[in-house]
């Protein structure tokens, strides 16, 4: 049986992966912090994100190694949830590749998340992996320092892909599930200006694009993992309303959102940042989208029956 290690797959899309992976026919091993009891093709072990020990043992022989370690960034960028999520993901980057390292067999391929917000605001142009234009200030750095611990890492058997992953919608979490109470509290307006770009992916391309990845070893280093059309924040909420057939939206201006992020402890930059990426080095490859058009993506994600 072909074996999948997921590192930090107990959240929104390692849970996606391993329902995906599972239903193929893998043998699917997650590593978490918490100690979990074993299921009939899925395997916990503990580990801590930062030190070796016996867990590494899981990496031999695996199919892919995919990392989707780190501290949720829906949080105040206060001093101590910085470091967490500089920590979480440097370190579990690290002792990821001091792991292969260690093996006899070690994974034919590594796949580690990033995030498509390592670009700059950008409302004047499309980011893609070639002309995209790095941004600057907190995220970014985290973004790049990942990206950057990663690619420190030689793991010369081992194939290595980073995923510049765009905001992914999908039924059991992530960003969906509060847009959608908001819109049906009627509070599903356009965010601030409104004018700032969201480049999003259903999870459906999100596990397709991983497994693609997996299968095709001509596929290396940086990938834009959004799907080809980014829309502006206002068509966003506009879809949305018209998709849960709401018809009123009360807009929300940047101070009140500061002021709702502050009470729900989160940050307005994952609402008001521009993320306008493409996906050009997967269109390049070929890869068909089986959601394309937001409109498509949340009409399954929100009116299929289940
Ligand atoms: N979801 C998106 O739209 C999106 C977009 C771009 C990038 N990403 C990146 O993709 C990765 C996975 O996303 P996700 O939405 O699945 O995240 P998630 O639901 O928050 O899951 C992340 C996992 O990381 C582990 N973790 C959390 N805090 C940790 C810490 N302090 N130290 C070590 N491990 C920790 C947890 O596993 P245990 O508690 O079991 O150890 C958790 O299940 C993240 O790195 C995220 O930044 C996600």
Redesign the pocket.
């Known amino acids: 049986m072909k074996k999948i290690v997921i590192a ?7 849970q996606s992966l391993r329902a995906f992976f599972e239903q193929k026919g893998y043998q699917v091993v997650i590593l ?3 100690p979990l009891s074993d299921q009939a093709n899925v395997k916990y072990h503990e580990w801590d ?1 930062k030190h070796l020990w016996n867990w590494t043992g899981t990496l031999e022989d695996a199919e892919a190694l995919i990392n ?6 829906d949080c105040r960028y206060n001093a101590a949830n910085k470091k ?1 999520i500089y ?3 440097l370190d ?1 980057t690290k002792v990821l590749g001091l792991a292969i390292g260690k093996c006899v067999k070690p994974p034919k391929v590594w796949i580690n ?4 917000t390592i670009y700059r605001h950008a409302v004047d142009k499309q980011m893609d992996e070639i002309t995209g234009e790095l941004g600057t200030g907190f995220s970014v750095d985290v973004c790049r320092k990942w990206e950057e611990t990663f690619q420190e890492q030689l793991v010369p058997e081992t194939r290595k892909v980073v995923l510049r ?4 919608l999908g039924k059991n ?3 969906l599930q509060p847009l959608k109470k908001l819109v049906q509290f009627g509070l599903g307006g356009k965010q601030g200006p409104g004018t700032q770009f969201f480049s999003w992916i259903h999870e459906a391309d999100f596990v397709q694009i991983v497994d693609r990845v997996i299968q095709d070893p001509s596929l290396c280093g940086h990938y834009n993992v959004a799907a080809p059309q980014p829309v502006t924040n206002a068509d966003l909420m506009k879809s949305l309303r018209n998709t849960l057939h709401i018809p009123i939206g009360i807009p929300m201006p940047g101070w009140l959102l500061k002021l709702g992020a502050l009470m729900i402890n989160t940050e307005t930059e994952l609402i008001l940042k521009s993320r306008n990426v493409i996906p050009a080095k997967l269109s390049e490859a070929g890869y068909k989208f089986k959601f394309a058009t937001l409109k498509d993506a949340l009409n399954d994600l929100l009116c299929a029956k289940q």
Do not use: E
């Not at 989707?68 to 960034?73: P, R």
């Open positions: 930090g797959g107990t959240g929104f899309l390692g978490s912090r918490t994100g989707l370690t780190g501290k949720s960034v967490l920590d979480s993901r579990a998340a990033a995030s498509a992953i765009a905001i992914v979490g992530g960003a």
